[in-house]
C-alpha cells in the first residue's frame, strides 16, 4: 500500500519538517496520503433527528438527545489519528465536546473502573475510566470543518487520541459503565486489551504477537 495512499514520515518534507513529523509517528506506522476508511460490517445511516445517547451501568441512567450535546461548550481540536493498520494522520482537525464536559452531567457509582462504548451498528471497544476521563479526548461531529460524514462515524464519534483508532468508536450512541474489564467486538476477536501506539499493542498476547 505505500506509495499511492502512504509515504514513510518525512518523506516529500524539508528537513526540519521531517524530523518533526517523524517524531510524532509511532513506530511501524506509515502517514497516510487521504484520511482512510475502514469499516467492519455496514455503515449505519443515522439523522441527528433520530440519534440518541445512553448512560447506564455503575452510573445514573439517562439519555440525550442531539441537542442536549450541542448545548454542551463546543471546541476546536487538533488531534493525531494512528490507525492499527498501520497508517497515520497528523493534524486532524475537529469540532466537538469534550468527555470531561459531558462527563460533568453523569453521576458515577466509586466502583466504576471500565467503560464499554457502544455504537450504532452493534460495535463495541472498552476503556479504562483513566484512560476514557482524560482532558484531550471529546466526541467529534464536525471533521476539518465539515459535518462529519457517515463514512467517518457520523453524526458523531468519540476521539481518543493516545490510543488506536479503533477506541475512537464511529457512530457512538452510548456508555456503560462497569467495575470490571470486558472486551468489546475487536479485543475478542484478537486486538490489545489497551492499544498504545508508541508500545505497539496491536494485538493480544493470545495471538504470540
Avoid at 89 to 96: A, E, I, P, Q, S
Avoid at 107 to 113: C, H, S
Avoid at 133 to 150: H, I, Q, T, W, Y
Wanted: aromatic share 16%.
Amino acid at each position: 500500500m505505500l506509495g499511492k495512499y502512504f509515504q514513510k514520515p518525512g518523506k516529500e518534507e524539508g528537513d526540519g519538517a521531517a524530523n518533526a513529523k517523524g517524531d510524532r509517528v509511532p513506530p511501524g506506522q506509515h502517514l497516510a496520503k487521504g484520511f482512510p476508511v475502514l469499516t467492519y460490517g455496514e455503515t449505519p445511516q443515522v439523522s441527528t433527528e433520530e440519534w440518541e445517547f445512553r448512560v447506564w451501568g455503575l452510573a445514573k441512567s439517562a439519555t440525550f438527545s442531539w441537542s442536549d450535546f450541542m448545548a454542551l461548550p463546543q471546541h476546536e481540536f487538533t488531534a493525531d489519528f494512528h490507525c492499527v493498520t498501520r497508517w497515520s494522520k497528523l493534524d486532524v482537525k475537529w469540532t466537538g465536546i469534550k468527555v470531561t464536559d459531558f462527563m460533568s452531567l453523569i453521576e458515577l457509582d466509586p466502583k466504576v473502573a471500565h467503560v464499554m462504548e457502544h455504537c450504532y451498528g452493534g460495535y463495541t471497544t472498552n476503556i479504562s475510566v483513566e484512560d476514557f476521563l482524560r482532558e484531550e479526548n471529546f466526541f467529534a461531529f464536525k471533521v476539518f470543518g465539515e459535518d462529519l460524514p457517515s463514512e467517518h462515524g457520523g453524526p458523531m464519534r468519540l476521539v481518543v487520541p493516545h490510543l488506536y483508532a479503533w477506541k475512537s468508536a464511529k457512530w457512538i450512541n452510548g456508555l456503560e459503565f462497569l467495575a470490571a474489564e470486558e472486551l468489546g467486538f475487536w479485543e475478542r476477536n484478537g486486538y490489545h486489551r489497551r492499544g498504545e501506539p508508541w508500545a505497539e499493542e496491536r494485538y493480544s498476547n493470545a495471538f504470540g504477537i
